[in-house]
């Protein structure tokens, strides 16, 4: 089960809870990276059972500390039973699902579809050169290549390319000028 959750989560917490001590050096083999392991044999020893999660807990907190300090800015989402952390560089845009309350992340590596309002998202979206003046789209300025302003076409780092009404792009093109 440890490594199923480390296919969707490589960075979570896993602590072993179990009465089979016996178990520990199969399970640090099966590389699954456990935080902690805690003996179900001292659950109802409250002397010997508290410590053992206070040391399993102080870990994670350290963790999560120095996770906080040299973290890059990611997006994450909670969509179902899916937890979906990303790093904002990764992002190349979203794009509103047309008739659906979902949005579409492409990412250099995969997309992903969220059940996530495209605005909700957006919030998120406030670190690094996003543009977010589109109704139907967040683009990462750092993944786009070309920008075709008469034909309203914008080519992304990942071949893919966005076409735009004219007074969509306009958008576009005073926030060039702006930073110009």
């Not at 966005?162 to 792009?169: A, N, P």
């Amino acid at each position: 089960m440890a490594s199923k959750i480390r296919d969707y989560d490589p960075d979570g917490f896993i602590v072993y809870v179990t009465v089979r001590d016996d178990m520990i050096p199969d399970t640090l083999s099966a590389m699954t990276t456990p935080t902690g392991f805690i003996s179900k044999t001292n659950m109802f020893d409250k002397a010997k059972f508290v410590p053992e999660v206070q040391r399993v807990l102080q870990v994670v907190k350290k963790r999560l500390g120095m996770l906080q300090q040299s973290a890059e800015p990611t997006l994450t989402i909670r969509s179902g039973a899916l937890l979906l952390t990303l790093k904002l560089k990764d992002i190349i845009y979203c794009e509103k699902e047309h008739g659906l309350r979902t949005t579409r992340i492409v990412t250099t590596t995969q997309s992903y579809v969220v059940h996530k309002n495209l605005n909700t998202i957006k919030e998120q979206l406030t670190a690094m050169h996003f543009f977010n003046e589109f109704q139907s789209y967040a683009l990462n300025l750092d993944h786009v290549i070309t920008v075709d302003f008469n034909k309203g076409v914008i080519s992304m780092d990942n071949h893919d390319h966005l076409t735009f009404s004219r007074g969509t792009i306009k958008k576009l093109r005073a926030y060039y000028q702006t930073q110009g």
